[in-house]
């Protein structure tokens, strides 16, 4: 293929030899062979397709946000020598290159092979694709050039950032008839002492009060709060309105880290979490156990991008229709949307237990203007109508106001008890 | 380690050296002009061009680069065609380092780039080898096209080559378009013929 500074060296040429037919002037004939020279010369040794096998091996093909990759890309050359082989193993946008290099221009003869090393960290969750190796056959004097392709894409899936909540007192407040670590209202097997009672046949012997028995001369057993377990239904906003910051720092960005957080401890407790996202689709995992369901939720969290306009309504409706009545529901939005409030009223009007976490979207904005009088006045007067916002939402729901440049652990470690005892 | 840093320095210095040299050229040309409209004129085309090529250069615009530099070669032809004498030796040297100039900087752009990344030994090698092939190419050509047409400069002065008859130049110059219209037509041709790889420039996002 020729590239266009040959047409351009052509038309040099035709262009001297034009000046000479116009002006008579033998020399502009002369002058017309020196573009033409060059193509000469470069037509010598045109570049020839390139034939090379490429492997390009990862070190890893899961890794989380701020994790380093190491790529190492192998080329041999099974076609003819190649004078200039320009190498470039395409990348997302969104992994930048810490060490190395994916791109090169190197002579590669007959048979020899070329590894290229370099590391990646990505800068956002999501599952992309490393490559292809693209190649390109290049005459030295960018006459002419031939391209092909040399490893196939690898795939390569980014986790988001999880938040640390292991010592947040989180979990729902209704519980149903499994073994969990929540402290029911009612009496059976777990560890908090609620009070004796007689013997009955069939008690265990281990839950004998051996000195309340001696002393009231009958036999007593220990009686305690039952622990089981409860639902929780993570409810993420990621509608394109709450898609407030930038693209690797948003607020839909931080409402998944945070999801994966809550999911991971909520699961550790032995309690069923369910996931609802409000993206381009309504995408909703069905509540279960586990850690296979960890990774589920993590799969979906895994491809959230913001966008989307789906209403609280159909949120509503879904969760009224596949998701248990008595489960705690955590709402995870920025709140930007004005019809939130009443959103959350209907919840609780049906009878769900709603909790929220409001990534604060004023916190992520101030962090990109710069600061003046005038962008404090106006931030001011904003965090006071949030504030307002969240006096509303606290009637009715726990509320935790997070400032995404803090743990989420920290807002969530100054409430008393989660959720607010009824 | 010294050379990593000054390989780039040097091939990112030699392009602008080369225009600097050929921008002060033209201007040596025109302020050698007798007519003082043509002077004007000469040194607004001159400062127009400098003016495309700073632009170019700074906010890197190859579009704009391109423009001053073709703006410069046409200057100092077309004083040559309408005022000044065209001297053929000159004239070569300096449409010698015009092209010289192109091709540096296409070799800048290509590897300047490259070296500043953190490179292992082997790659180093390799590139170091590719850019000798290159800059040993460029110098070749260069030397090619100031001798070729000096030679047949000789030839046609010794009377071996008349290419000073009208005949001839018509034979010479249909020739040439032939050769030309063959160039310019090669690439359409290739185009045609099946397409088994993705083009160099598609978006290279290999989002799934």
Known sequence: ?422 | MAASRVTPAALSALPVAALAVLAAWVLWEVIHLDSGRALQAGVVLWGFANVCLAFGLRYRSPSMRRAGLVLLGFLYFGLHVLFLPLDLIPALAFLTLFLVHIELRVLADRFVPIYRRDLSTEARVRIRGGLVRGAARLTLAGAMAFLLPVFAEDLAVAGTLPVTTIPTALILAGGLVAVIVLLALMPVWQRRRERAYPSWNEDPRGKL
């Open chain 1, 1 to 422: 293929m020729r590239t266009p500074l040959s047409s351009g060296l052509s038309a040099a040429a035709l262009l001297f030899l034009l000046a000479a037919l116009a002006t008579r002037r033998w020399e502009f004939i002369l002058l017309a062979l020196a573009p033409l020279a060059f193509l000469a010369f470069g037509s010598l040794l045109p570049p020839e397709r390139p034939l090379v096998a490429g492997v390009r091996a990862l070190s890893r093909d899961r890794l989380q946000v701020g994790s380093d990759v190491d790529v190492t890309l192998t080329l041999k050359n099974e076609g003819p020598p190649i004078d200039l082989l320009e190498i470039l193993d395409a990348l997302p946008p969104e992994l930048a290159l810490v060490q190395g290099t994916n791109h090169a221009v190197v002579c590669l003869p007959s048979g020899e092979s070329l590894s290229l090393t370099y590391t990646l960290r990505p800068s956002l969750k999501g599952e992309y694709r490393i490559g292809p190796t693209r190649l390109r056959a290049l005459d030295p004097l960018a006459l002419g050039v031939e391209d092909g392709v040399a490893a196939e894409p690898s795939p390569l899936v980014v986790a988001p950032v999880m938040e640390d909540l292991r010592r947040a007192a989180l979990g729902p407040r209704r519980t149903r008839p499994w073994f969990g670590h929540v402290t029911s209202r009612q009496l059976g097997p777990g560890l908090e002492f609620w009070g004796i009672r007689e013997y009955v046949a069939g008690d265990e012997v281990r839950r004998i009060n051996w000195k309340a028995s001696a002393r009231l001369d009958r036999i007593f057993s220990n009686v305690y709060e039952g622990e089981r377990s409860g639902d929780v239904v993570i409810l993420l906003d990621a509608r394109r309105e709450s898609a407030v910051g930038s693209a690797t720092a948003n607020a839909v960005e931080y409402g998944v880290r945070a999801a994966l957080g809550v999911a991971e401890h909520v699961l550790a407790s032995k309690n069923r979490v369910g996931l609802i996202v409000q993206r381009d689709v309504l995408d909703w995992v069905p509540p279960a156990f586990g850690r296979k369901q960890l990774y589920r939720i993590l799969d979906h969290l895994v491809h959230v991008r913001a966008g989307g306009e789906w209403p609280y309504s159909f949120v509503s409706w879904i969760l009224s229709r596949y998701f248990p009545r008595d489960a705690l529901v955590v709402l995870i939005s920025p709140l930007t949307d004005r019809t939130a409030p009443d959103a959350i009223a209907n919840l609780v009007a049906l009878g769900y237990d709603v909790a929220v976490i409001s990534p604060s979207p004023l916190g992520i904005e101030r962090r990109f203007v710069p600061p003046g009088s005038a962008t404090d006045v106006a931030y001011r007067i904003l965090a006071l109508e949030r504030e307002n916002l969240l006096s509303q939402l606290r009637r009715v729901a726990q509320v935790v106001d997070w400032d995404p440049s803090t743990p989420l652990a920290l807002p969530l470690r100054r409430m008393k008890a989660w959720p607010r005892p009824a």
